[in-house]
């Protein structure tokens, strides 16, 4: 079965430079979630879409943005690097909100910020 | 201030013995909790969840206490296997709260069974 893909795997930026992390849900899910785990930390929600238009917000940086495509494939824009913002990145994604139905991560973005 | 915590980091247990995970939570507004594991390298995977209307949700070999009273949740695993080994994450979320669906994480707890 198709799952959640994200892109790239791995990325390697220097500081101030930017990153775009692409999410690419599963088939016929509508709702995208952007969650964010530092080294030894647990996955802390950043972001969510659903239908296109933005659901929630959760500690996401001023200096990232985000969107949702009409193909419902999803973006994460990172500006302004910090060495602070090497992390892994998850997406996840499911049908509809609230409902929790087939709820499924990616496997993750490694950013190392350098 | 963690709302889901799950405070013991690690846990190591026989194989074919049970393994308990415990994760407790703060936020009453809290009314679906997950538990999902995740192996390295890898993205976390749905293993189980409860809703607040429930006390126990059984899935093969996993089941899931919730004690709404005490704010505490727990993951059975019986008998467990090697396979198990993984770090596993408990998440709850306010689904009626405006949450709109994010989870909330726990540290996690990393299970090793052993041989």
């Known amino acids: 079965a198709a799952g959640v893909i994200q892109s790239p795997r791995h990325l390697i930026k220097e500081k101030r430079e930017t990153a775009t992390l692409k999410c690419y849900p599963i088939?016929?899910?509508?709702?995208v979630y952007w969650y964010q785990q530092g080294p030894g930390q647990d996955p802390q929600f950043l972001i969510s879409f659903y239908e296109k238009m933005q659901s929630d917000k959760g500690s996401i940086p001023d200096r990232f943005s985000a969107q949702q495509f009409s193909d419902y494939h999803s973006e994460l824009n990172m500006s302004s690097l910090e060495l602070g913002d090497s992390a892994l990145y998850f997406c996840?994604?499911?049908?509809?909100?609230?409902?929790?139905?087939?709820?499924?991560f990616g496997s993750g973005t490694r950013l190392t910020v350098v | 201030d963690q709302q889901v915590k799950q405070n013991s980091p690690s846990l190591s247990v026989q194989e074919g013995r049970i393994s308990i995970l415990n994760c407790d939570y703060t936020?009453?507004?809290?009314?679906?909790f997950l538990w999902y594991k995740k192996y390295p390298a890898e993205g976390p995977t749905f293993l189980i969840s409860?809703?607040?209307?429930?006390d126990k949700n059984e899935d093969g070999r996993f089941t899931v206490f919730l004690n709404k009273s005490a704010k505490h949740l727990s993951l059975h695993i019986v008998p467990s296997q090697p396979g198990d080994s993984a770090v596993y994450f408990c998440?709850?979320?306010?689904?009626?709260?405006?949450?709109?669906?994010?989870?909330?994480f726990g540290k996690g707890t990393k299970l090793s069974v052993k041989p």
């Open positions: 088939p016929r899910h509508d709702t």
């Open positions: 998440a709850a979320s306010a689904r009626y709260g405006g949450s709109q669906g994010n989870l909330i």
């Open positions: 996840a994604s499911s049908l509809g909100t609230n409902q929790f139905y087939g709820y499924t």
């Open positions: 936020n009453s507004m809290f009314d679906y």
């Open positions: 409860i809703s607040s209307i429930k």
